[in-house]
């Protein structure tokens, strides 16, 4: 992988690296698009094996696209995912 050889590169001149993965907040009103957004982030995770950082973009337009369907503390904790099963029926 391109990008992987480029962090690579990078380490071994000593520079320290993190990866900033932004994640639009709309993606929170929809459970699919939520964990959707998830395994993108754990598979970027895996691929770059560098320490990363989610943000949560624009979330002072969260109410905007309607009521979030849980706090906004369970989606910054990402615990126990059990919780989705109800909403996605």
């Not at 598979?43 to 696209?65: G, I, T």
């Amino acid at each position: 992988d391109g990008l992987a050889q480029v962090i690579r590169h990078l380490e071994r001149r000593n520079f320290r690296l993190c990866v900033v993965h932004l994640c639009d907040c709309t993606h929170l009103m929809d459970p699919m698009k939520y964990v959707s957004m998830l395994i993108v982030t754990l598979e970027s995770m895996m691929q770059l094996a560098c320490p990363q950082v989610n943000v949560l973009s624009k979330v002072d337009l969260a109410e905007a696209h309607g009521a979030l369907p849980f706090r906004l503390e369970y989606y910054t904790d990402v615990q126990d995912l059990r919780y989705l099963l109800n909403v996605m029926e």
